[in-house]
C-alpha cells in the first residue's frame, strides 16, 4: 500500500513472513485508509500481535503510532487472521482517525465526563471497522450481512428495547451489561441506517460525511454529534428519533426496501468462553444468558452429567442441544458445586443480499484504494 509502511511482530510461535498476514494486514489498513479518504494519519505504524489471552477474547489498544492485540492463546498463526483480530484491527486504527498529532488516545473502563455517547460511539466505530473489511476485500459481503443481523438481534433482544431509548441505555453503560451491548449493537445499526439513509438520498456513503467527523473525534456528546449531521443532510431526523426515542429501529424494514431478505430463527446458545488452564476447563469469560444461570468467571468444570470434561468441545456437546438442563459439577475456589445448566434460546436473523438487491451492490459506491 503507497504511504503507509506496517511493521508486524508476532509474540508466539512461526514466522509472520510465512502466514498469511502479509497478504491480509495490509488489504484490512487499506481498507481503513481508503474508507477515509485515502491517507493514512500517520506514515509508518507497528502492530504487535500477543497469543495470550483465553479462548473467543481478543483485546486491542491503539496508540498513534501502533496498536497491541492481544488473542487467544490457543490459537496458532495460521489461524489468526480468521478470528475477531482482522475486525479488532480495523476497529482500533480506525478510531486514531482526526486525532490531534501526539494526543493520547484514552482507553478507559471508567466513566468519563459527558461520556453519555461513548459506546454508541464505539459501536458506530465497530461498523465502520465492518466496511473496511467489505471495501477492502477482506470480509465478504455475507459476513458483513450476518455481523449486522447479529448486532440486530443482540439489539432486540434487550429487555428494555421499544421502552427505552439508545441515549439512555448508553449512559448506564457502567453499571449495565445489558444496556452496554444494546448501546453498542445500537450504535452499529444506526450507523448502517444513517450509511442506507445518506445513500438513498444520493447524499454520498457514510465516508462523506465523516469527512466532517472523522471516527477519531466523534463526539462523546450527543447534541453535537447531530449538530454535525444536520449540517451534512439538513435535517438532524430521522437520526434524531433513532437515538433519542424508544421507538424500535427500523433495521427489518430498511433492509428489505434496499432489497436485502431477512429470516428469523431461534438458536440454542450457551454463551460462555473457556480457557484450558492446570486446574481444567474454566469459564474465562460469561455472556448475559449463562450469567443469569449463576455460573462464574473462574469456575472450573469438573464434569457434566456424570462425565469428565477436559475440553470446551466436549462441554458442548455434553450439553443438551435445545436447552433441557444438564447436571454440571464446577469446582468454584475450594468448594464443589452442582448447577443445573442449560442452553438458551435466541432469536437471530440471518441477512443475506439477492439478485440485483442495493445491498449486493454495497461495495460497489466507494472507489477503491487499489490495494497492494
Ligand atoms: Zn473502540
Known sequence: MR???????????????????????????????????????????????????????????????????????????????????????????????????????????????GGEMRWFIEGFVHYLAQLALLESGAQELSVFLSTLGQAYASVSRHPLYGQESLAQASARFFDDP???????????????????????????????????????????????WLAAWTRHTGSPEPVASWVQTASPLPFLDRVRRAGGEVRERERWVFDAGFDVRLEGLTVASIGPLVGAQGLVRGDVVVSVNGRAISSAEAFLRELDPTGKPSTVQLRRGSELLERPLHRASRKEYEVSASGGSVLRHWSLGYSHPGGG
Not at 511482530?9 to 488489504?27: H, I, Q, T
Request: some cysteine; hydrophobic content about 40%; aromatic content about 8%.
Open 178 to 224: 445489558a444496556a452496554r451491548e444494546f448501546s453498542y449493537s445500537g450504535g452499529m445499526v444506526v450507523a448502517f441506517l444513517c450509511d442506507l439513509e445518506l445513500r438513498a438520498r444520493g447524499q454520498g456513503p457514510l465516508a462523506r460525511f465523516l469527512d466532517q467527523v472523522p471516527p477519531g473525534r466523534l463526539p462523546v456528546e450527543w447534541g453535537s
Open 3 to 113: 504511504g503507509l509502511v506496517l511493521e508486524v511482530a508476532w509474540f508466539g510461535e512461526g514466522d509472520v513472513a510465512r502466514s498469511a498476514l502479509p497478504e491480509v494486514l495490509p488489504r484490512v489498513f487499506g481498507g481503513a485508509v481508503g474508507l477515509m479518504g485515502g491517507r493514512a494519519p500517520v506514515s509508518r505504524y507497528a502492530v504487535l500481535l500477543r497469543p495470550d489471552y483465553p479462548s473467543g477474547m481478543t483485546q486491542g489498544t491503539p496508540r498513534e503510532g501502533s496498536i497491541q492485540v492481544h488473542t487467544p492463546r490457543e490459537v496458532p498463526l495460521e489461524r489468526v487472521h480468521q478470528g475477531a483480530l482482522l475486525s479488532t484491527l480495523a476497529h482500533e486504527y480506525l478510531h486514531t482517525w482526526g486525532r490531534e498529532a501526539g494526543a493520547e488516545l484514552r482507553v478507559s473502563s471508567e466513566p468519563e465526563l
